[in-house]
């Protein structure tokens, strides 16, 4: 065993699974000074199988603990994706009057007598902060025979209409539905069918509520919706949102149908929900996502582990020209990653490349300024090495920001993965800021404050690992450049 996650591209500071396989995080909750981290895991083998829970928790969301799987597959089916709440008020009864952890996930099962393929809602509880899970008998609390894709239930407790609701996805629509107790459910209304994007069949929903603008008297409903592989478009599995109302009943989307608006920008950010039963004293809604997308999951080039999730990113609103929009930055807790900070102050940069800095390891976050005085192309060149580079950079005249990682190390897994991909955004007052955080198999892209988002797999060589800014045409100039370098989360 290695001690230190030391195998090529083992993320350093991203949680990636002990050993073999992990997609979807599931059933984040918070509970007794602990984030849950739960996640679809194949315990036998490093592509996707009968699925589990696996499990860590966290006290900061920063240091990660691993512990045993905490769902396996039993007599209905496998366990798919889904969500965990605390129950407060022993609604469910399984408690004895105290409070626990409920988690509502997916069964994925086979009739024993049709063979036929069914999706149902089931529980599972635990009195010991998720340590160990009770199956509630009653499984599974939700079924529908006319539906075959039918999962990743995102529960949580309502508060004005007193009763949980669950949010699900159905085909490609979300339902809501509603209950007392998590045990009955009753069908509320359905969402989607003529808005947002349908090439792939909807996935993971979430929904929450966030203030606009940190303005508690505006608050807008947020509904998460990943949408699956669809092999006719190189984007492969991503995540779009709305904007919207939400009453208890039915979600109202404030945007026309042809809006589709996507959460990040990049190739790998799926199937990413936010935390449950956040401390009355923290307002944020804290995400992560899984850090992989389904065209190519099963193929990327890791050994005795695939998969890693997103740093947690908190999310929150802005009011912006083209209406409310989501943002995201990591949350403040990931400061505590940084071990050194390299401050690198140039005034004027004209084109060229230029090495600025080797770090000892591809674990770094850069945070940099640039201010355009004439429109060209700028940005960097990440693990770079004589053959191989990632280029995050940005095309000041079509105002796109952008990632290259047609050369960025190992792509002939898949022929889709070695692209350049890009994404609208204009700058503030002439300027760009970027915050990038690199972690030897994964590159996090957070421009203008979270505005843009594009999270990215990358495996380049372990020699490759300069960091080189560049500026083509026009003119720039780099106002500030900080290299924080990460720590090793497990050392
Ligand atoms: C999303 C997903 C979910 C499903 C799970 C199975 O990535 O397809 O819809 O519950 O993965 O592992």
């Known amino acids: 065993k290695e001690p230190f996650y030391t195998e090529t591209f083992r993320p350093q500071f991203h949680y990636s699974p002990e050993t073999n396989w992990l997609n979807d995080p599931n059933g984040m909750v918070y509970y007794n000074g602990e984030y849950h981290l739960f996640y679809q895991h194949h315990p036998d083998g490093t592509t996707w199988g009968p699925m589990h829970w696996g499990h860590a928790v966290s006290v900061d969301l920063i240091h990660w603990e691993h512990l045993p799987v905490a769902l396996k597959p039993d007599e209905i089916g496998t366990i798919f994706s889904g969500s965990a709440v605390v129950d407060w008020n022993d609604t469910t009864g399984f408690f004895g009057g105290q409070s626990g952890l409920v988690a509502i996930f997916t069964h994925d099962g086979t009739k024993p007598d049709s063979g036929e393929k069914f999706q149902a809602q089931s529980l599972a509880y635990s009195t010991d902060n998720g340590r160990t899970w009770n199956r509630y008998e009653g499984n599974p609390v939700l079924l529908d025979e006319n539906q075959a ?153 890791s050994k005795s582990w695939r998969g890693a999730m997103t740093l947690p990113r908190e999310l929150s609103l802005a009011m912006t020209e083209q209406g409310i929009r989501l943002r995201q930055l990591p949350v403040k807790e990931s400061a505590a990653l940084r071990t050194e900070t390299i401050e690198l102050k140039r005034n004027e940069f004209m084109a060229g490349n230029q090495i600025v800095y080797t770090p000892e390891t591809n674990a770094y976050e850069l945070e940099a300024e640039f201010d355009i005085k004439e429109p060209g192309v700028f940005g960097f060149a990440l693990c770079s090495g004589s053959l191989e580079k990632t280029v995050v950079g940005y095309d000041a005249n079509a ?39 690199v972690d030897w198999s994964s590159v996090e892209v957070f421009a203008n404050d979270g505005e843009l988002t594009m999270t990215d797999l990358i495996f380049p060589d372990s020699s490759s690992r300069g960091v080189e800014w560049f ?10 450049l900080n290299v924080h370098l990460l720590k090793n989360i497990w050392a």
């Open 149 to 301: 894709d039918f999962r990743d239930p995102k529960v949580f407790w309502h508060e004005e209409s007193n009763r949980w609701v669950m949010v699900l996805a159905t085909g490609q629509t979300i339902s809501f539905y509603t209950s007392p107790d998590l045990k009955s459910w009753v069908l509320a209304s359905v969402f989607g069918e003529n808005q947002g994007f349908h090439d792939g069949v909807w996935e993971c929903p979430d929904l929450f509520q966030l203030p606009v603008n940190g303005n508690e008297a505006l608050k807008k409903w947020v509904l998460l919706v990943s949408v699956g592989d669809n092999p006719d478009f190189l984007e492969g599995s991503r995540t779009q949102y709305f904007i919207g109302d939400f009453d208890g009943q039915t979600f109202k989307n404030d945007y026309s149908h042809d809006t589709t608006l996507w959460l990040d920008h990049g190739r790998d950010n799926y199937a990413g929900v936010s935390w449950s039963d956040l401390p009355e004293s923290d307002s944020r809604r804290i995400y992560i996502g899984w850090m992989s997308n389904w065209k190519y999951a099963n193929l990327t080039p």
């Open 399 to 437: 105002q796109k920001l952008f990632i290259d990682r047609s050369q960025s190390g190992k792509s002939d897994f898949h022929r889709d993965f070695a692209v350049k991909h890009e994404a609208e955004l204009k700058p503030k007052d002439g300027k760009v800021k970027l915050k990038v955080y």
């Open 471 to 480: 500026a083509e045409e026009g003119s720039v100039q780099l106002l500030s």
